[in-house]
C-alpha cells in the first residue's frame, strides 16, 4: 500500500512550495528533508533573494513570477508575517547589455510597466548609482523587491502541514526507485512508498536523478556597512535592488540595509568561485572569497566600506543552459523534478511549487514549460 499519493524529496525553496501546492489541493502528500526547513546548508539562505518581474533570463518567466508573487502574498496572509518587500528595482548598463537587452525584452513581450531611464535620470533618481557611464541607461521594474528566504520556506512547510501534508525531517534520502505501482523512497531507516515523487533537493539533485546534467558552485554572499563619512542612507528604501552590468562583462547586484545587516552585494559570476560538491561545501571564508566584490564596492559604491562585515558561502546549482529543470524525467516517469536554479529560482519557488502540482495532477500547465524540461536538447557542457 501506498504511503503517500506524491513524496517531496527535499523542502527548501522549491519543494516546501510544491508540498504546500500539492497538500493545498488535497492530495496525500509527505514531505521529506534531510535538515530542519529554513536551514544554511542549501542554496536558500542569507535573508534575502532579489524578485523582479522583468525576468532577463527568458521571457516566458514573468508569468511565473507573477504568479510567484501572488502566492508569497497568499503565504504572507496565512503566515501572519512579511515575506515580499516591494521596492522596485534598477537595472543599469549599456543598452546593449543581456541585463538591459533582456529585461526590456521581456517587458516588452508581456507588456510590462517598466520605464527606461537616461543616464542622468538614474543619476538624479538613485544617487548611490550616480556615476553611471554616460552610454549606459536604467530600467526601472516597479514589481521588484526582496523576498525572506528562510521565513518564507518555513512558512511554506507550515501551510502545507496545516492542509494535512505529513513532514518529515532531519532524514536523508538515500534513493528513489521507480517500481511497478509508482516510487520507492529510501530512508537509512526504511522505505516510503508512493505513485509518484517530486524530488526537489537542490544542490542534491543530481545525485538523486542521475544523468541530468548539474553542476553546484560556492557561491559568496556578502554585507557592507556604510562609511562613516557616507554621504547618503543605504537603508533599503533608500538604496533599492539594483543590478549593473559593467562594459567588461562583470555583473553585481545588491540592495541596502535590512535587518541592521548593512547592504547585501553580489557578483553574478565571479571568477575565483569554485565548483563544488553539495557534501563538500567549504564554509570557511578566506580574502579570496570577497576580493572581487570588495573591489566592486571600493570602485563603484562609495559611501560602503569595501571591508564586508560579513561573509557566507551559499550554493547556485546550474543546468548547461543555465535555465530550469522543472518536469517529468521522461513523458511517462513517476518522477518530477524541480531545480537546476541556476542563481534564479528563489524568486520563481512558489510558481514553481505551483506548477509541479499541476504536472504531479496531470493539469494544464501554467505556460508551455518546453524550454525548462527536463528533456529538452542542452548545450554539451556546463
Ligand atoms: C548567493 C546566492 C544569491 C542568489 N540570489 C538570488 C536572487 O536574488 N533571486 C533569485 O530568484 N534567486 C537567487 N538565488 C538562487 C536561489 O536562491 C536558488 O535557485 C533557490 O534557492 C534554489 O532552491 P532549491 O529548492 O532548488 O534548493 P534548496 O532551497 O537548497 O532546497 C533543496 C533542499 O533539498 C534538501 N535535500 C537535498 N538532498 C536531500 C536528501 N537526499 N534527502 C532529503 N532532503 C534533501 C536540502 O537539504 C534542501 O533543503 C541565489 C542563490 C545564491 C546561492
Redesign the pocket.
Known amino acids: 500500500m501506498d504511503d503517500a499519493d506524491v513524496a517531496v ?7 516546501a512550495s510544491a508540498l504546500w501546492r500539492l497538500a493545498e489541493r488535497g492530495v496525500s502528500v509527505v514531505g ?4 530542519s526547513p529554513g ?1 544554511d ?4 539562505h ?1 535573508n534575502s ?2 524578485f523582479r518581474v522583468a525576468c532577463l533570463e527568458h521571457p516566458n518567466l514573468v508569468t511565473l513570477a507573477r504568479t510567484s508573487r501572488d502566492l508569497w502574498r497568499e503565504l504572507e496572509s496565512l503566515s501572519g508575517q512579511p515575506l515580499l518587500t516591494t521596492t522596485g528595482s534598477i537595472t543599469i548598463g549599456s543598452p546593449s547589455s543581456p541585463e538591459v537587452r533582456d529585461a526590456l525584452l521581456a517587458a516588452g513581450q508581456h507588456n510590462l510597466d517598466v520605464e527606461r531611464l537616461t543616464d542622468a535620470e538614474v543619476a538624479t533618481r538613485y544617487p548611490h548609482h550616480a556615476d553611471i557611464a554616460s552610454s549606459h541607461v536604467g530600467v526601472v521594474d516597479p514589481e521588484a523587491g526582496i523576498l525572506r ?1 528562510e521565513a518564507a520556506i518555513v512558512a511554506a512547510v507550515d501551510a502545507a502541514r496545516h492542509a494535512g501534508a505529513h513532514v518529515i525531517t532531519e ?3 538515500t534513493g528513489v526507485a521507480v517500481t511497478d505501482g509508482g516510487v520507492t523512497i529510501e530512508t537509512p531507516t526504511g522505505k516510503i512508498n508512493a505513485r509518484q515523487a517530486v524530488v ?5 539533485l543530481g545525485s ?1 536523478a542521475p544523468g541530468l546534467p548539474l553542476r553546484s558552485r560556492r ?1 559568496m ?1 556578502s554585507w557592507f556597512d556604510p562609511k562613516s563619512s557616507a554621504d547618503r542612507s543605504i537603508d533599503l528604501s533608500d538604496f533599492p535592488v539594483f543590478i549593473r552590468a559593467l562594459d567588461d562583462g562583470t555583473s553585481y547586484w545588491g540592495h541596502g540595509q535590512t535587518h541592521g545587516e548593512g547592504a547585501k552585494i ?1 557578483v553574478d559570476w565571479d571568477p575565483d568561485c569554485r565548483w563544488t560538491e553539495p557534501d563538500e561545501l567549504d564554509r570557511d571564508v578566506s580574502p579570496i572569497d570577497y576580493k572581487l566584490v570588495s573591489s566592486l564596492v571600493r570602485d563603484w559604491l562609495p559611501d560602503l566600506d569595501p571591508n564586508p562585515t560579513k561573509v557566507t558561502p ?4 546550474y543546468t548547461p543552459d543555465h535555465q530550469f529543470f522543472i518536469g517529468r524525467l521522461d513523458n511517462d516517469s513517476p518522477i518530477i523534478v524541480g ?1 537546476g ?1 541556476s ?7 512558489a510558481g514553481i511549487g505551483e506548477l509541479i502540482a499541476q504536472i504531479t495532477q496531470r493539469e494544464k500547465p501554467l505556460f508551455d514549460t518546453s524550454f525548462v524540461s527536463p528533456t529538452r536538447t542542452l548545450p554539451d557542457s556546463l
Open positions: 524529496v527535499g523542502l527548501g525553496a522549491i519543494g521529506i528533508e534531510q535538515f536551514h546548508r542549501g542554496s536558500s542569507g533573494r532579489l528566504p532524514t536523508r534520502i526537489t533537493a537542490g544542490a542534491w538523486l557561491v554572499q553580489g551559499c550554493m547556485v546549482t531545480g536554479g542563481g534564479h529560482a528563489f524568486k520563481h519557488a
